[in-house]
């Protein structure tokens, strides 16, 4: 049931990168309320409706949604743009094969950068656990932690990505479009760097703060307030790295942010491999905060660099400005 989402999640990321990349962030966010809306009506109405639907099939209702939800999304996007798309269809001229050329180069290391990290999650999700029972927990235990870590615990730390996530989708494109003003690179970085900054610390500290609350009424898990307290910390290092993220694509340092988001990858990894068994949870979360505060390390210092060099050399393969000539 998740297949038919695929062509639509892939036409849908073309729109949107589109309208990022014109500024335009209207289209976007009218979609997602959208896709969010219909994806929950769907999947509430379908399991209300067919109470006797076998456990198969109930697990295939949220993938069902989720097409219907995408899909309607995209055709608001398409509406949205349907002026546009057919000026653009108007112009003269046939697609450029350079150009195909390096939009796919730029990609290429934002595609290895996800499907790393996939492989890093997966490969974490299986060590966790192993090294949970060398702790002495039984397996059901050690599965149950790892629920609790992955399923309780980081979707909080996440939370607040929905407004970090937001600010990298604006700064990347406002970086590449001022590319060769580098007080305008400086004036956007320590704009938006010290906002994300400040949004991700008030969240973790609410996240801290409220840790006994959440663990005893929400998920009824005492043990999980001290996990939050503890990996509270990984929310604005995740929060600020997201936004270098989007700022190194805008640049199109995209192969500098793959190394850095393979070093944190593999420095969570061993971390995780040595410190679960003495001290389980709270390894994992040291494990976590280490390797992401090693990938935003590494990302500030060529984000800084980048900015103080000369602009003409920042982006040396990268897409040619919209009011630049050929």
């Given at each position: 049931?998740?297949?038919?989402?695929?062509?639509?999640?892939?036409?849908?990321?073309?729109?949107?990168?589109?309208?990022?990349?014109?500024?335009d962030t209207t289209p976007p966010s009218v979609a997602e309320l959208v896709e969010q809306f219909a994806r929950f009506s769907v999947c509430v109405a379908l399991l209300l409706s067919v109470p006797?639907?076998?456990?198969?099939?109930?697990?295939?209702?949220?993938?069902?949604?989720?097409?219907?939800?995408?899909?309607?999304?995209?055709?608001?996007?398409?509406?949205?743009?349907?002026?546009?798309?057919?000026?653009?269809?108007?112009?003269p001229g046939r697609v450029s094969a350079t150009l195909t050329k390096r939009i796919w180069k730029l990609a290429a290391p934002m595609t290895w950068m996800r499907v790393s990290g996939t492989l890093?999650?997966?490969?974490?999700?299986?060590?966790?656990?192993?090294?949970?029972?060398?702790?002495?927990?039984?397996?059901?235990?050690?599965?149950?932690?790892?629920?609790?870590?992955?399923?309780?615990?980081?979707?909080?730390?996440?939370?607040?990505?929905?407004?970090?996530?937001?600010?990298?989708?604006?700064?990347?494109?406002?970086?590449?479009?001022?590319?060769?003003?580098?007080?305008?690179?400086?004036?956007?970085?320590?704009?938006?760097?010290?906002?994300?900054?400040?949004?991700?610390?008030?969240?973790?500290?609410?996240?801290?703060?409220?840790?006994?609350?959440?663990?005893?009424?929400?998920?009824?898990?005492?043990?999980?307030?001290?996990?939050?307290?503890?990996?509270?910390?990984?929310?604005?290092?995740?929060?600020?790295?997201?936004?270098?993220?989007?700022?190194?694509?805008?640049?199109?340092?995209?192969?500098?942010?793959?190394?850095?988001?393979?070093?944190?990858?593999?420095?969570?990894?061993?971390?995780?491999?040595?410190?679960?068994?003495?001290?389980?949870?709270?390894?994992?979360?040291?494990?976590?905060?280490?390797?992401?505060?090693?990938?935003?390390?590494?990302?500030?210092?060529?984000?800084?660099?980048?900015?103080?060099?000369?602009?003409?050399?920042?982006?040396?393969?990268?897409?040619?400005?919209?009011?630049?000539?050929?």
């Open positions: 049931m998740y297949l038919p989402c695929l062509p639509i999640l892939g036409i849908a990321a073309a729109d949107n990168g589109y309208c990022y990349g014109c500024g006797g639907m076998t456990a198969a099939w109930a697990a295939a209702v949220p993938p069902f949604a989720t097409f219907v939800g995408e899909l309607m999304a995209a055709l608001v996007v398409a509406y949205m743009l349907r002026r546009r798309i057919s000026a653009v269809r108007a112009l890093m999650r997966t490969a974490n999700a299986v060590i966790i656990p192993l090294r949970l029972r060398v702790s002495g927990l039984s397996a059901q235990e050690a599965t149950a932690r790892l629920g609790m870590f992955s399923g309780m615990a980081m979707p909080l730390v996440m939370l607040p990505s929905v407004v970090t996530g937001a600010l990298a989708m604006v700064a990347g494109p406002a970086l590449a479009r001022h590319e060769r003003d580098s007080r305008a690179l400086r004036r956007i970085l320590f704009r938006v760097l010290p906002a994300a900054l400040i949004v991700s610390s008030l969240a973790a500290a609410a996240l801290a703060l409220s840790a006994p609350w959440i663990a005893h009424r929400l998920y009824r898990q005492p043990d999980l307030a001290m996990l939050l307290v503890e990996i509270a910390p990984l929310v604005p290092v995740m929060g600020v790295q997201q936004v270098c993220g989007g700022m190194l694509a805008g640049l199109g340092l995209q192969r500098s942010a793959l190394a850095s988001s393979l070093a944190g990858a593999l420095i969570t990894l061993a971390l995780n491999f040595l410190l679960v068994p003495d001290l389980r949870l709270t390894g994992s979360a040291i494990a976590h905060i280490a390797g992401m505060g090693a990938t935003l390390a590494l990302n500030l210092r060529v984000l800084l660099r980048a900015v103080r060099r000369d602009p003409l050399a920042i982006r040396p393969g990268a897409l040619p400005h919209p009011n630049q000539s050929a």
